[in-house]
């Protein structure tokens, strides 16, 4: 293995990036963009700021993260058979997803 393949430290948890995540985009709703910050996002998730940063390097990349998570879980991509009809397909179920009751954080 070489020395840039080996990891120091305590592995990643999933947990605290799924929480991590959640807090973002419970953040992103309830404060906006401008008003959101990686003190708060910590701080929901129960997180010391620097775990934040350690992996993501500004607030963009978290909140970039946070949504492509909303999709992984939520939205499947299918072939409509038109860039167009995809691309309106996605944005349908996003706005299902997003009008859908509020569950609990998983």
Known sequence: MSPSAHRTGRPRSAEADRAILGATRAALVELGWAKLTL??????AGVAKTTLYRRWASKCELVVDAIAAVFDEHLEATDRGSLHADVEAVVIRLGHCWSAPRRAPR
């Open 39 to 44: 003190g708060d996002v910590a701080a929901r």
